[in-house]
């Protein structure tokens, strides 16, 4: 019993090591890669708009889906990119985030011909992947909340890509707090892809953004 014990004190203790060194890692690259200030950020010619679902489960609108929206207007008003790839999920007809995101930004003035969807973003990597292999881009600005956007970076960093992120207005932290808990599982999982080679689930024919 005592020897079970120090086994699973030594598992656990590995496990928080490797959850918080990646947590550490991805934060620190990001540093000075994210940008809260339209006045200080580069300008770019894509800004990849990460997707989420429009509502919650109780029916009223996602905070990171609002606030997601409110930095690309932000964003492109200030003249600091010139076209938006939303990029999310729409694996079922029910549910289809870009479609609802470019709708929202057209409410909010931006024109039409600016915004190029991705269906296929069924997650962050996928999204990257994508922005590179199928859109034609060597360069993007990821536009989504801070946390996302410092796993986003790291992982368009791996697959050679250059880019910075413009961070959208947080969330509280009782609102936040299972998607941080998320968060750190998904750095883990990110660089397990990342040494394993995985790769988007689909590709596909090129939609280049000039």
């Known amino acids: 019993m005592l020897k ?21 890692w991805v934060e620190s690259n990001a540093l000075e890669k994210n940008f809260t200030s339209t006045l200080s950020i ?13 509502f919650n489960r109780n029916g009223y609108i996602n905070a990171y889906y609002k606030y997601r929206i409110d930095a690309t207007v932000k964003l ?10 939303i990029s999310g ?3 079922r007809k029910d549910y289809d985030e870009p479609s609802l995101m470019m709708e929202d930004l057209i409410k909010r003035g931006i024109p039409e011909s600016v915004i190029y969807l991705d269906y296929a973003g069924f997650r962050t990597l996928d999204s990257i992947v994508r922005a590179k292999e199928i859109f034609g881009q060597s360069k993007v600005t990821v536009i989504s909340q801070k946390f996302h956007n410092e ?11 250059d880019i910075i992120g413009f961070n959208a207005k947080s969330v509280s932290v009782k609102y936040g707090y299972k998607t941080q808990v998320r ?16 790769n988007p689930k689909f590709l596909g024919d090129k939609i280049v953004i000039r």
């Open 4 to 24: 079970f014990l120090k086994y699973s004190l030594l598992s656990f203790v590995l496990l928080a090591l490797v959850i918080f060194g990646a947590d550490y």
């Open 42 to 54: 580069p300008n770019n010619n894509v800004g990849l708009l990460l997707g989420t679902g429009k």
């Open 76 to 85: 492109y008003k200030a003249g600091k990119i010139k076209f938006i790839l």
């Open 89 to 91: 999920d729409n694996s």
């Open 151 to 161: 796993r986003a970076i790291f992982l368009g960093e791996s697959f050679d890509l």
């Open 183 to 198: 968060e750190k599982l998904a750095r883990v999982k990110m660089l397990i892809d990342i040494v394993f080679g995985v």
